[in-house]
């Protein structure tokens, strides 16, 4: 083998295996354990009201923590709770009687919780899309729900904390969580639609480990 052809072929090893070692260490600075910046997040519902329009309100007090690595969607794991009393539709009268007996009961059951129980992307090799299997607990009541999840990547804040963005969407039907208060309209119909869609706006950080 003459000498030229010989730095060619170690060129081009090397080449390969930095890149190699970059895509490790993209991968390893993606995977991490995550918490809730609910400051910088948002939960809203959205449910049909006479029939003609959709009324939506959101919850003030929630949180939670994961584990996410979008090169390896089958590790993920997590749990989220929602307070219900936190309910705001800016309406005063409206949001007491969803904390009520007749919908949330929040007295008796004062949160809601979505467990992450599988995380999947929607087409081979894509790291943006994903569906999520979740144990989806509220009013006593613990039901399979899948949720729509999409990454939107990863970034440090001037302050150096690592963030990462998601957009969280599904639905649920709440009579299937006993939640069935509802009054019918002269015209036909009722007041409040039974499906419920649940959007999530999720801002998350990093949790630095403690130093031993």
Do not use: C
């Amino acid at each position: 083998m003459n000498s030229s052809l010989f730095i060619k072929m170690l060129r081009v090893s090397l080449f390969v295996g930095l890149g190699f070692v970059s895509s490790v260490t993209m991968n390893s600075v993606q995977a991490a354990d995550y918490g809730v910046d609910s400051s910088h997040s948002n939960v809203r519902f959205t449910v049909t009201h006479l029939m003609v329009s959709d009324v939506s309100g959101d919850f003030k007090d929630f949180g939670g923590s994961f584990s996410f690595d979008p090169a390896d969607a089958a590790k993920a794991k997590g749990k989220f709770f929602v307070k219900t009393a936190s309910v705001d539709t800016k309406d005063k009268k409206r949001d007491e009687h969803l904390g009520s007996s007749d919908f949330f009961d929040s007295k008796k059951y004062p949160e809601f919780t979505i467990e992450i129980t599988k995380l999947a992307p929607k087409a081979a090799g894509d790291q943006k899309n994903f569906v999520a299997t979740t144990q989806f607990a509220m009013h006593g009541k613990t039901k399979e729900v899948p949720f729509d999840v999409v990454y939107r990547g990863s970034v440090k804040d001037p302050w150096g904390n690592q963030k990462a963005g998601f957009k969280i969407s599904g639905k649920i039907n709440r009579k299937d969580f006993d939640v069935s208060w509802n009054k019918a309209l002269d015209g036909g119909g009722v007041v409040v639609g039974e499906e419920v869609t649940i959007d999530i706006q999720l801002e998350a950080v990093v949790e630095k480990k403690a130093a031993k």
